[in-house]
T-cell receptor, first 113, second 117 residues
Framework: DAKTTQPNSMESNEEEPVHLPCNHSTISGTDYIHWYRQLPSQGPEYVIHGLTSNVNNRMASLAIAEDRKSSTLILHRATLRDAAVYYCILRDWTGGGADGLTFGKGTHLIIQP | GAVVSQHPSWVICKSGTSVKIECRSL??????MFWYRQFPKQSLMLMATSNEGSKATYEQGVEKDKFLINHASLTLSTLTVTSAHPEDSSFYICSAREPPGLPYEQYFGPGTRLTVT
């Protein structure tokens, strides 16, 4: 899987929007962009994924740059429960998702009350 | 969404003993499950891929004779840490994916914290 680059940590205030960036300049045409998050002492959980167009779900929005070399995960109104490590991961869809995930260091999101 | 459980959630064992960790997909059939390991303040590292009815595939550097994986049914995979040593103390997490054709997200278990004394 292609490499991603994320800031080590970010801080935000409760009830404010949070924009988590991810750079993936070597992304290939068959790579999906996935986001997972890991709350303290828990297994990761799926957040969202996209290919080219922006995506929305109940948890977050994913904004993908036109050249696909970067993306931004948007939490519209952060809560204390959103404090977690967020991982941006590229997945080659031609493999059918048969491979395990390659986790980088992710971004540690801190939410201030 | 799909649910994956792990048992036990934590375990303490003595050096030299073996420990078995179970990973179950509760509401779907998982032909493929994955095992990860996470040391404190580090990211998850994929250990092996477990396929139902066949041998597991191990990542480079993971000892297959030490970390025995069995995927005997479509809802259960087990990881046995044999002759555990203190350096095996870690957070072990499994994940499962639904059959091909469905969204490719993986569903993770809550993890098992292993402490070897």
């Amino acid at each position: 899987d292609a490499k991603t680059t994320q800031p080590n940590s970010m801080e935000s205030n409760e009830e404010e929007p949070v924009h988590l960036p991810c750079n993936h300049s070597t992304i290939s045409g068959t790579d999906y962009i996935h986001w997972y998050r890991q709350l303290p002492s828990q297994g990761p959980e799926y957040v969202i994924h996209g290919l080219t167009s922006n995506v929305n779900n109940r948890m977050a929005s994913l904004a993908i740059a036109e050249d696909r070399k970067s993306s931004t995960l948007i939490l519209h109104r952060a809560t204390l429960r959103d404090a977690a490590v967020y991982y941006c991961i590229l997945r080659d869809w031609t493999g059918g998702g048969a491979d395990g995930l390659t986790f980088g260091k992710g971004t540690h999101l801190i939410i201030q009350p | 969404g799909a649910v994956v459980s792990q048992h036990p959630s934590w375990v303490i064992c003595k050096s030299g003993t073996s420990v078995k960790i179970e990973c179950r997909s509760l509401d779907f059939q998982a032909t493929t499950m994955f095992w990860y390991r996470q040391f404190p303040k580090q990211s998850l590292m994929l250990m092996a891929t477990s396929n139902e009815g066949s041998k597991a595939t191990y990542e480079q550097g993971v000892e297959k004779d030490k970390f025995l994986i069995n995927h005997a049914s479509l809802t259960l995979s087990t990881l046995t840490v044999t002759s555990a040593h203190p350096e095996d103390s870690s957070f072990y997490i499994c994940s499962a994916r639904e059959p091909p054709g469905l969204p490719y997200e993986q569903y993770f278990g809550p993890g098992t914290r292993l402490t070897v004394t």
